[in-house]
Structures are given as structure tokens and as C-alpha cells.
């Protein structure tokens, strides 16, 4: 596969520009504008409720805007479907993803798209499709000795590793990551992280979505920060602290506003609940 030269001026090769999804009279995002860049991993946060998942459904193709401009490498879209976005090089690896357990790692690999040989009924050709599963693994960094075990008994970040580098050998422009280390633990997590970073150098544009700002530190050049479907913050990676992201993400303004209200109650209702805040922000940090 081809590497994208990168270089930090790039220009953007997926913008939006106040971007507005509504749903009758419930507004999911309103004046949503950010912009990535190819080579860099683009992390954006926001706790449950925040409207990333419409957001990522405006970015793949399921829902289109409300409102606003959505673009790709300049030229204004209108994306109506999925395989309108995987056209144009956006693909999106969901928290559920895209993998059937029983089926070898190189079949989940190709998923329908599997090379063939001549003839008149274009049988797979099983010998190139496992050479080229086995090669673009390695190529992420991902050793798999045996391509036709189960995919379902790798451990999950081996999964996530396997659709991160299905995506980027089809073409992937834009790799969209949908909280790809939520249910799994540390080591895990590191393994689908180290992915994250080989994607970025290999020249794909990294979208991030998470609730874990310990992990989009580890790998984010650009911090965008969702709340109740507005964009709230918008730094690159030298102008905010880890301590900075997870106190923004935390909510510190509005516990310490929580923690001042409560002591005017006084009385063991208003000690629990400030107990219950002390804990919360112990969870954060």
C-alpha cells in the first residue's frame, strides 16, 4: 500500500463547519466545526449523553447534518449512506465491531472483498488473500502466526487491531474509532493504542472518540471536548496539560460550583454527597 507524505502544515482533509443535527424538536449537535489532519490522531471527547455517537453518524454517512458544511480534502459532501463515506475514504470501526468469531482472521480480514482467480466463477484465491492478511498485519506491526485461526479467539485489542488494519489496507483517508478501548483493560488497551500510532504514521487521519482522556493524551495531537452536543474546547497538544484534559472532561468547574452549594446544607445528607464528589473526582484522576 501507498504511504501519504505528511506534513504538519497539511491542509485538513475532513472539515466541518457548524454542523447542526436535529432530530424533530431534540437537538443532538449544534455548531459542530473541527477539522483533521492527515498523519495526526484527532481525539474527541465527552462523557455518555455528549452526542458522539451522532457525531459519528454525521461523519460516516448514517445521518446526514441539519444544518452546516461538511467537507473532504476541500470539496463540500453530502454523504448519504456508509458506503458513500467508505468512497471517499472515511471508514469507521465501531465499539461492536465489524467481526464474525467463527471465521478465520483472514476471511474477517477481507469480509466479502477477497482477491480471486480467472476462471468464469472468480473462485477466492485463499493463497493470496492469507499472504496479504498475513503481510498488512505485520506492516501495522501485528503478528498473527496463524491467519486461519478463529478471529474470536483473539483478545479484543487484537481484534480492534485487525479491523484498524483491514481499514487502512482498503484505502482508508479518515479512520474513525468509536471508544475502541472502553471494555478492555490496560495491557489491552496499550496493544490497540500502539495501532492507533502505527495508523497515524502510515498517513491516516485518526479520529478518536473516547471518554478516556488518559488514553487520548497517550496518542492525541488535537483535543476537541463534546458536551450535551456542543463543542466546548478546541486545543492542540502544546497548549493543554493532562491534568488540564482530565479536569475539563471531569467536569472540575461544575463539582467544585456542586461542592460549594452542598455545604450550605450542612448535615449528614450534604457530607455524603460530598464524599460521593471526592470519590468522583478520584475516579477521574
Not at 200 to 205: H, I, L, N, P, Q
Not at 261 to 274: C, N, T
Request: hydrophobic share 40%.
Amino acid at each position: 500500500m501507498t504511504t501519504i507524505a505528511v506534513t504538519t502544515k497539511s491542509e485538513p482533509i475532513l472539515e466541518l463547519e457548524g454542523v447542526g443535527k436535529q432530530f424533530g424538536s431534540v437537538i443532538a449537535l449544534r455548531d459542530i466545526s473541527l477539522h483533521v489532519r492527515p498523519g495526526t490522531v484527532t481525539c474527541v471527547l465527552g462523557d455518555n449523553g455528549a452526542g458522539k455517537s451522532t457525531l459519528i453518524k454525521t461523519l460516516s454517512g448514517v445521518h446526514q447534518p441539519s444544518g452546516g458544511t461538511y467537507r473532504i480534502e476541500g470539496e463540500e459532501v453530502n454523504l448519504s449512506s456508509p458506503r458513500d463515506a467508505l468512497g471517499k475514504g472515511i471508514a469507521t470501526v465501531y465499539q461492536d465491531l465489524a467481526t464474525v468469531p467463527l471465521m478465520s482472521v483472514w476471511r474477517n480480514f477481507f469480509l466479502g472483498s477477497e482477491p480471486t482467480r480467472g476462471g468464469p466463477l472468480r473462485l477466492i484465491d485463499v493463497r493470496r488473500a492469507k499472504e496479504i492478511a498475513r503481510k498488512e498485519l505485520l506492516a501495522m506491526g501485528i503478528d498473527i502466526r496463524d491467519v486461519e485461526q478463529p478471529v474470536g479467539t483473539l483478545s479484543g485489542g487484537e481484534r480492534q487491531a485487525v479491523a484498524i488494519a483491514r481499514a487502512v489496507y482498503f484505502g482508508a483517508k479518515v479512520l474513525i474509532l468509536d471508544e475502541p478501548t472502553s471494555a478492555l483493560g490496560v495491557k489491552q488497551s496499550g496493544v490497540v493504542l500502539k495501532y492507533v500510532v502505527q495508523a497515524k504514521e502510515r498517513g491516516v487521519a485518526v479520529i478518536f472518540i473516547t471518554h478516556n482522556p488518559h488514553h487520548a493524551y497517550l496518542v492525541g495531537d488535537h483535543f476537541f471536548l463534546l458536551n450535551r452536543g456542543r463543542m466546548i474546547e478546541d486545543w492542540e497538544r502544546d497548549e493543554v496539560s493532562l491534568d488540564a484534559l482530565v479536569k475539563a472532561m471531569a467536569g472540575g468547574a461544575e463539582l467544585e460550583s456542586l461542592a460549594h452549594e452542598l455545604k450550605s446544607l450542612g448535615g449528614e445528607v450534604a457530607e455524603a454527597a460530598q464524599e460521593e464528589i471526592a470519590e468522583m473526582r478520584e475516579t477521574q484522576l
